[in-house]
């Protein structure tokens, strides 16, 4: 639960305002960001490895996929952090939140040239380059702007890391990067290539990582790649990625991120030292640290089911929203923690399971929470940590409008991201065109 979520009188308030106002304002459900969870989490996270790595440096890019609104771009841009996009979307949301150019770095493994072009002419930081072809279509079009493109070329270092586990091998099947045996190459044909600067490798050896371990295994892997390139014109920076892990219930226990960034900082010290080059300036693209514990969804409880299983019963209780808001328990089997917002409860405490309003069966929020029994129809349910990831991943399956994302700072609730009304939905049916009255 963020910092700043505590009861009052019984109902939750985050960021001083009770969310039983919120709900009255703006209806359910709602995403809620504090502003000042997620901008001191940006905070703190480039202190860390500022701290850690000292004075050869480090960039923070904030990874947009996680959420990306003009606010959110604003605030990441306000703590000293970067933009990292992977669409020609996310590169307009944050150009036209006033981000500069510089500061972003454009991902993805199919970039389509309209969306190379965009980046290109608006002059962007860097492009994280993820095919032999991609280097060719970046050079074509740098080279019709007259520009000198600066590019990073991404790497499959055969690290995989999961929450709990990495897994090193030396081959990799899947689709993102340069296998580390074809990177010589590869760089070769780029810095060859008209309109590219190749200022450096990138890697991202996956997300939700609780530990040190991996992320120390591919910069040891990456930086002897770093040195191999350089040769006599070493490579200025190296990009390891994000995937820092947070907790979405009380069993997750991640590593603190001072202790990450010192354990991975020594691990670039000693391999550069091995090697017997210079430490590069580092970057770091987390997304799902930052802003996940700063969000929390909150919905209205519709029904109360029992369900009789053998001896005992299982309670499903069905709130308005689910995997359209957030599908990361359907895809992933992802687990969070969810309790009463609107009021206390005395009530024993009651293994329940909080389910979706979707036709889908597996549309599941949390899989089993302990609720007070009394729990009912009205009653507004917190979802903790979903400021990542959900509001990104939402759809309107079963045609459902996406809820708001609101932000609260200082007693004072705005909306980032409006809620979307059928009206958005049907606006896109051409079939409605006719003129057809739809009915509602
Ligand atoms: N950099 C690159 C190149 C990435 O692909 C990603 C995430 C990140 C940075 C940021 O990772 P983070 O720090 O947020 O873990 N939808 C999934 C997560 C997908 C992550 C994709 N790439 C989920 O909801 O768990």
Known sequence: WPASAERVDGALNMGGVPVTDIAAQHGTPFLLVDETVARDRARRIREAFEAAFGSTGVD???????????????????EGLRIDVCTGGELATALRAGVEPAAIGFHGNNKSELEIEAGVTAGIGTFII???LEAERISAAA????????????????????????????????????PLAEAAAV??????LPGLELVGLHT???????????FAESARRMLALHAELGGTEPLPELNLGGGFGIAYTAADSPEPIETIASRLADAVRGAADELGIAVPRIAIEP????????????????????????????????VDGGMGDNARPALYGAQYSARIASRASDAAPMLARVAGRHCESGDIVVDA????????PGDLLAVAATGAYCHSLASNYNAAPRPPVLAVRGGEVRTLVRRESIDDLLARDAGLDTGLDPGL
């Open 143 to 178: 080279s019709r702007a007259g520009r000198v493109q600066r590019v990073r070329l991404r790497i499959s270092v055969g690290v995989h890391a999961s929450t709990h586990e990495f897994l090193a091998t030396s081959h990799e099947d899947q689709k993102f990067g340069i």
């Open 369 to 376: 929470e302990w609720l007070p029994a009394d729990v009912a």
């Open 60 to 78: 923070v890019y904030y990874a947009g996929k996680a959420l990306l609104t003009a606010d959110v771009a604003r605030w990441m841009r306000a």
């Open 187 to 192: 760089a070769r044909r780029i810095r060859e």
């Open 130 to 132: 993820d095919s032999p």
């Open 204 to 214: 991202h050896i996956g997300s939700q990582i609780f530990d040190a371990t991996g």
């Open 287 to 318: 997304g799902r640290w930052i802003v996940g514990p700063a969000g929390i969804t909150v919905y209205t409880v519709g029904t109360v089911k029992p369900v009789r299983l053998g001896a005992g019963t299982r309670t499903y209780v069905s």
